[in-house]
């Protein structure tokens, strides 16, 4: 079991940029397929990106893709979610997950550990 921890969320203004952080500890990812989720307020936990353990392979949720940005770097244990042009419509809880699985996944049963996730803030 690897233990994620998410930082870099808060208040933001509406076309501002951020960048989340997902780090591990516990044991290495670097054999985990990871991803980002986020639960907006009154919804259900959607899937915004993953990468397969390598990073060359990425996946998003369509229509994610142009402002969402997933990359990792294993040799720190750690994945992150580029948002660019934040809008009031991503105010959410962000959280990161990881899985044993082959390639990437959208399928939020296949990934077996998660963050306690973040809180994101957009103000208009």
């Known amino acids: 079991q690897v233990q994620l921890v998410e930082s870099g969320g808060g208040l933001v203004q509406a076309g501002d940029s951020l960048r989340l952080t997902c780090a591990g500890s516990g044991r290495t990812i670097g054999r985990s397929a990871m991803a980002w989720f986020r639960q907006p307020p009154g919804k259900e936990r959607e899937f915004i990106a993953g990468t397969d353990w390598t990073g060359g392979n990425t996946q998003y949720q369509p229509g994610m893709m142009g402002r969402f940005a997933i990359s990792r770097d294993n040799a720190k244990n750690t994945i992150y979610l580029q948002i660019n042009s934040v809008q009031p419509d991503d105010t959410a809880v962000y959280y990161c997950?990881?899985?044993?699985?082959?390639?990437?996944?959208?399928?939020?049963?296949?990934?077996?550990?998660w963050g306690q996730g973040i809180q994101v803030t957009v103000s208009s």
């Open positions: 997950a990881a899985g044993v699985v082959r390639g990437t996944t959208s399928v939020k049963s296949h990934y077996t550990d």
